[in-house]
């Protein structure tokens, strides 16, 4: 598909400095666009690129000199994103309704255009809502209950009594509603605790691939609207997780624990069970929280801390040696 970039603009809310009516077929990055491509510019750290891009077309955040035509808008990714989206759409889904191949309990309701592929599976009393896509491999337990528009990629488990809201998409091997860790210990041999909850994943969240979120151990395991997992993320029984929070690939939430909404998770991060953190808190890479965290806070470091105070700390590291030699000189010279 090809768009004047005077399409674009009024696709996205944009205006425009230069050659309104260039076509652009694709995207690509600044550095390796071509004259049909359009990129965009969010991170003044890539400003010299402008320069130098050969991309038909750049968006950007503010008026600017550059050799190429601009698109200038409020929010440059979010345009960027509008755009990819008109440009190249959606993963299409092959339409080959419900497959003779696929396991259907007779107790099992299906709603209207539905693609359910081979050897999935949908037990018994199970709800699927309308225009959800099952990829094959999928296994719907029994009792499930899934709302309009969902995708489930191939091999996705959704255990027992799982409910999904609509737009929910699960990518592949990702397991919903499995038993939580929980055991009681006695006399140094570990028992099996039933887990009675279930998972309610909201409206319009994203769950990456080989995730794994716990079934509650009494109370429900939620997770809030709008969210986006990456991939290989384990969510213990019983967590809340707040809407529309971004948690990156392998973090790990312990069972109880209690997120706020709009909360940002970096990769690797760590959460102990049974506390809060609050919301709109940013969390960076590898850090290990093992205490409750306000609003707003931006944390850092094992154990996590100020973000602040931790770049401090982290920048005496190197100076350590040097100044564990400084101190053992004071200490002879005082000892003279």
Same mark, same amino acid.
Do not use: W
């Given at each position: 598909?090809?768009?004047?970039?005077?399409?674009?603009?009024?696709?996205?809310?944009?205006?425009?400095?230069?050659?309104? @009516?260039?076509?652009?077929?694709? +995207?690509?990055?600044?550095? !390796?666009?071509?004259?049909?491509?359009?990129?965009?510019?969010?991170?003044?750290?890539?400003?010299?690129?402008?320069?130098?891009?050969?991309?038909?077309?750049?968006?950007?955040?503010?008026?600017?000199?550059?050799?190429?035509?601009?698109?200038?808008?409020?929010?440059?990714? /979010?345009?960027?994103?509008?755009?990819?989206?008109?440009?190249?759409?959606?993963?299409?889904?092959? !339409?080959?309704?419900?497959?003779?191949?696929?396991?259907?309990?007779?107790?099992?309701?299906?709603?209207?255009?539905?693609?359910?592929?081979?050897?999935?599976?949908?037990?018994? @009393?199970?709800?699927?809502?309308?225009?959800?896509?099952?990829?094959?491999?999928?296994?719907?337990?029994?009792?499930?209950?899934?709302?309009? !528009?969902?995708?489930?990629?191939?091999?996705?488990?959704?255990? @027992?009594?799982?409910?999904?809201?609509?737009?929910?998409?699960?990518?592949?091997?990702?397991?919903? *509603?499995?038993?939580? /860790?929980?055991?009681?210990?006695?006399?140094?041999?570990? /028992?099996?605790?039933?887990?009675?909850?279930?998972?309610?994943?909201?409206?319009?969240?994203?769950?990456?691939?080989?995730?794994? &979120?716990?079934? *509650?151990?009494?109370? @429900?395991? &939620?997770?809030?609207?709008?969210?986006?997992?990456?991939?290989?993320?384990?969510? *213990?029984?019983?967590?809340?997780?707040?809407?529309?929070?971004?948690?990156?690939?392998?973090?790990?939430?312990?069972?109880?624990?209690?997120?706020?909404?709009?909360?940002?998770?970096?990769?690797?991060?760590?959460?102990?069970?049974?506390?809060?953190?609050?919301?709109?808190?940013?969390?960076?890479?590898?850090?290990?929280?093992? !205490?409750? +965290?306000?609003?707003?806070?931006?944390?850092?470091?094992?154990?996590?801390?100020?973000?602040?105070?931790?770049?401090?700390? /982290?920048?005496?590291?190197?100076?350590?040696?040097?100044?564990?030699?400084?101190?053992?000189?004071?200490?002879?010279?005082?000892?003279?």
């Amino acid at each position: 598909m090809k768009k004047t970039l005077a399409q674009l603009a009024q696709h996205v809310g944009g205006r425009i400095k230069g050659n309104a @009516d260039i076509e652009i077929s694709s +995207v690509a990055t600044l550095d !390796n666009a071509t004259g049909t491509e359009i990129s965009f510019l969010s991170n003044p750290k890539y400003t010299n690129a402008l320069q130098t891009t050969k991309a038909g077309a750049v968006i950007i955040g503010k008026d600017t000199d550059a050799p190429v035509p601009l698109l200038i808008c409020e929010d440059p990714y /979010y345009a960027f994103s509008q755009i990819v989206v008109l440009l190249h759409g959606y993963r299409q889904h092959k !339409n080959i309704g419900i497959s003779p191949k696929a396991n259907i309990a007779k107790t099992a309701k299906i709603g209207k255009a539905c693609i359910i592929n081979d050897c999935a599976t949908i037990c018994d @009393d199970a709800v699927i809502g309308d225009n959800v896509v099952i990829y094959p491999g999928v296994f719907v337990g029994d009792s499930v209950k899934i709302g309009d !528009n969902c995708i489930l990629y191939p091999n996705a488990v959704i255990y @027992d009594g799982c409910r999904l809201g609509n737009n929910v998409i699960i990518n592949a091997n990702a397991t919903i *509603g499995k038993d939580g /860790y929980g055991y009681a210990t006695h006399n140094g041999k570990h /028992y099996k605790i039933p887990q009675v909850g279930v998972v309610v994943i909201e409206d319009d969240v994203e769950i990456g691939a080989n995730c794994c &979120i716990q079934r *509650g151990a009494i109370e @429900d395991t &939620i997770i809030g609207q709008g969210c986006k997992f990456g991939d290989i993320i384990n969510i *213990g029984h019983g967590a809340k997780i707040g809407a529309h929070c971004l948690l990156v690939g392998q973090v790990g939430v312990a069972g109880s624990t209690t997120i706020g909404h709009h909360c940002v998770i970096a990769a690797q991060v760590g959460i102990v069970g049974h506390i809060k953190i609050g919301n709109m808190v940013r969390i960076a890479a590898q850090a290990g929280v093992i !205490n409750d +965290v306000p609003d707003g806070a931006a944390i850092a470091g094992t154990p996590a801390i100020s973000a602040l105070n931790a770049k401090r700390a /982290y920048s005496m590291f190197e100076d350590l040696p040097e100044m564990k030699k400084a101190i053992r000189r004071i200490e002879k010279q005082i000892k003279k």
